[in-house]
């Protein structure tokens, strides 16, 4: 980072030494003179001929609350002096060479800068630097530290004394151990370097070149959960010896591409050329389980009930007794595009134009091996290899050697046959060909380091599912027709023939086809109003569901896939009576209906409006907005033994959220002092209605009967205060403040603790030995004040 | 090959085309002079920008004059200072305006797409988003943000930086720091939203590119579109979730066992990241044991 740093001052300074803005410094001076006052801290629109700006001050932050995440989620903040923005501008009459410097929040991790050098007409260049921090949470704790990159370890006398516990003394232990545990802080940060550079070889022909690379790191939160079974009378329940901790975000990405394009009197052709390289510099994740310092496989079905599931090896119960877990995280993968593009332009507005390009993306990695759980062999009577679960010996290959082909055409015509009448016509295709050798493994180990089963485990009365990789492929393909006549001088009305085919290999609909028509209409009688509404009607209509023989229900839908009737209408307004006042508002509805015959999403729906208005006068500005969202989702589901006949629940969910902002900005002491303030709020609700359809009987209770879930609800405020004045010549002072309370009611957070022990397995099935961080987001107060000296010169 | 070497060779290439002594003649003199006589702020502001530079610098078929925009009876507008022996292009209807800018921008690459792009045909012109004489800095924009440009007409992505989660980050200032344009293609594209890429996978995959495989447990439904499962704008769901877990889920899987456990709100299932809880590699796995996404 010191050295981009160090490279973009460098250029700057060596750009400042060959400065010769004499000739445009008095203009500049001029120009200010005739500027109405500034109504606000930051620049007007303009472009500056000359000059340089640099903001320096210091900055407090404070954030109240047992979670304080989220006042910092996308950023950084920094506590203390700052560097916070620098500028550079030189332009010169007379001169083709320009260059400039904008950077924000200088010498940070997340800091931004953006320089361009042209020599006009000739070449350019653009040299960007970006960072993108993300705080997942804080002040969680966990019994696991990470002695190396992706290597999780606990003490190992703590493990062994978990692993004896009694049940009676279990949450105690486990519970003394985290609170005796460090905190741990989830956060991670992206790095972006871009090159970007244009030569116009002729004036009709230019070569872009552009490189890329990115570099990630810190961490991001990630689960590995699995269960132990037991069965009772009224339904089974589960105990979860699973974990939530953080995976390591060692990512690098390295991307190139050139460009060539050729513009004609009256068509233009292109051809571009684009690689990226991703490298994950973390090969597998594994932790230790901090229940158990002995690795064992799950119960054998010898000394269990068979369950219903797992197939012929059984393994139903106290799973998740490995000592040492590996898992995989996302894998090195490289992608190549090459694109050409041709374009003709004809009299009448016409144009044809069209755009093909071909991606190869493929995916390498060496494959871990099934397990690390030394305990968990291939039981007698069962296929499965001769090597030892845990060798790379055991695999059938050492990795996938993944290939996937990609296409897209797009092709469009448009022309004006006459005045009124514009028509559009354009057919895309995209192509997703996955190459890849489909694998087949003897047998896997399920529910994460368990035992070995040579089936998928899956949906009862299919429990022999063979453990191939499912090679999937799809093609869409969109046509349309779009027709926009103007009747009257004023009135637009357009409308729109759509259709859609998807043609896929490997899953339950092969092909389905969708028609759709479209059409709004709008009407400007005069500049200061603006109206429009539209409608659209959407048929999809899927081939016959065919059973893969796979896990899923033939009374399944995926809802991607099924048939849906969509429906969608909006309307907008804009009214300006005045030049400084303008009103505008908007609505938009959709409604998603799929086959209610059927198991999954029912419906999906939702509403959204808005109203504006701003008024703005000489000195003085004001605007305010509300919107209101509204969605609404309806699925059915199925529980039971058996299907037909399933106990069917019917889950509802309706969320609203409110967001408005008002604000007003304006001047003071003759234009010499600016203030801004503004507030923004999002008020959100969901409630969750769960019921059942279907009597449910009482060995199913457990697992089928419906209960009440809480509403959930979030409050975001936001208030801010920006303010400066023109202390001299060329200095300026302002001040800034924001205020952000947050407030979030949501149960799946506020139940979580980091060790629960069985307050929560005593109602039902538990997470009595889930093991969360408790990072999750909750209440906080931000309160963040900086003050800044601006010299411009 | 050595990153930072590509980049010092990609400079140096750069320092000698940048210093290449090709200084082109100026043609500021004549007619921008004459209309600067009148117009005098709007012709200095003018000047810097790139249009300025293209009056001043280019020839041949690039050639520009405040004619070629404000087509009309110059003379007689400069005899008698009458606007309306001049067009005006803010005073022109969109589809007016456009033809005009298209003159010289119809082969520009990513204007390639604008005749018959969605925002054409809804009526919007060059000048509802671009400023030609007083820009604010890059891509000659109106306004002083991608934010309040687009936001002034999509008010509904707007307001999702108020949402749970959020793709427009913002700071601490209130900057937001990932723009509309770097998703979108605002002049038409080949994918549908305007998105500037070949799909709205390819398009999260730029930034995301732990997700692109291809991987050896695949899940159909991630594959064909991220929009399947997530509101890339903003949503009340963490993650940009279009629906609460474990109702996104079950919204395919609703095969009885675990899946579609009822549940209390307390249960494994519904708390946290819920049915993520375990199946953590949702969006693919590498892991010969992990055909189930959990490792």
Known sequence: MKRITLMFVALAAVAFAQNKPAAAKPEQKKEEKKKEPVAEPEPEPGVEVAGATVEVGAEAVTVQGEKTFGFQQYRDVPHGAFLRRFDYILRTDGSPLSFTIHAVDLMQADMRVHADGENFGKFDIKLDFEGFSRVWGNHGRSVLSEVQRGVFTVPFGLRTSLENATDAALPGLATDAVNASSQVEVRSMRQRGTITQTYNLKPSLTLRLDFMQERRSGNRPINFGTFIRHGQANGDTFETPGQELWEPTAFGTTEFGAALNYAGKHWMAGVEYHGSLFYNHTASLIYQNPFRATPASATPPSTNPQPTTGGASGGGSFRGRFAELQSSLPPDNQAHTITANAMAFFSHASKISGLVSWGRWTQNQAFLPYTDNPAVVVNPGQAGPSAPLTSLAALPQPSLNGIMHTFNGDFVASTRPFRPVQLTFRYNDYDLDNDTQQVHFPGTVAVLNSFWSNFHTGTPGRPNVPMDTWVNSFDRQRVSLEATVKPLKDLIWKGTYQHERWDRTGRQVDVENENAAITSVSYAPRSAIFLEAGFGYYDRDPNLYLDRGGLENVLIRMFDQSQRLRKQGNALFSVSPRPQFILSGSWFYSSDTFDKSLLGLHEMKSNSFSADASFNLERFSFYAGWGYDRNGYDNMGATGAALPPPLRFSRDTREGIHTAHVGFTGGYAHGKGSYQFSYAVGLSRAAITTTNVDPVPLTSQLNSEAFPFPTVKSQFHEFRLDTSYQVGKKVRLGLNYLLEPYRLNDFANDLTQPYAGNAVSAIQNDASRYYFLDIGPTNYLGNMVAAYLRFSF | ?295
């Open chain 2, 1 to 295: 090959m050595p990153t930072y070497s590509v980049a010092v060779f990609l400079l140096a290439v750069s320092v000698i085309a940048f210093g290449a002594d090709s200084k082109p003649e100026s043609h500021w003199e004549g007619e921008a002079t004459v209309c600067g006589a009148c117009h005098e702020a709007i012709t200095k502001q003018f000047r810097p920008t790139a249009h300025g530079k293209t009056m001043e610098f280019a020839a041949g078929p690039h050639a520009l004059t405040c004619g070629t925009c404000h087509a009309g009876d110059l003379q007689k507008h400069i005899e008698t200072a009458d606007p309306a022996t001049v067009v005006n292009q803010a005073k022109q209807k969109p589809e007016v305006v456009a033809e005009s800018c298209l003159t010289c921008h119809v082969t520009d690459k990513h204007m390639m797409m604008w005749r018959g792009s969605q925002h054409e045909s809804a009526g919007i012109g060059c000048l509802s988003c671009h400023s030609m004489h007083k820009p604010s800095e890059g891509k000659m924009m109106a306004r002083k943000t991608q934010t309040e440009t687009c936001g002034s007409c999509h008010a509904s992505e707007r307001n999702a930086m108020l949402k749970r989660s959020t793709h427009l980050f913002r700071d601490e200032r209130g900057s937001v720091r990932i723009q509309c344009a770097s998703c979108h293609n605002p002049h038409g594209s080949q994918a549908e939203k305007l998105i500037s890429a070949n799909s709205v996978n390819e398009k999260c995959y730029s930034c995301h590119q732990e997700k692109r495989g291809p991987f050896l447990w695949e899940h159909s439904p991630v594959r064909e579109n991220c929009i399947n499962c997530h509101s890339p704008h903003g949503s009340n769901n963490e993650r940009l979730l279009a629906m609460r877990r474990p109702q996104l889920c079950q919204s395919c899987h609703a095969q009885q066992r675990h899946q579609t456990m009822v549940g209390r709100p307390n249960v494994m299932f519904n708390i946290n990241r819920s049915c993520s809880n375990c199946h953590a590699l949702i969006h693919g796995s590498n892991h010969p044991s992990g055909a189930n996404f959990n490792q």
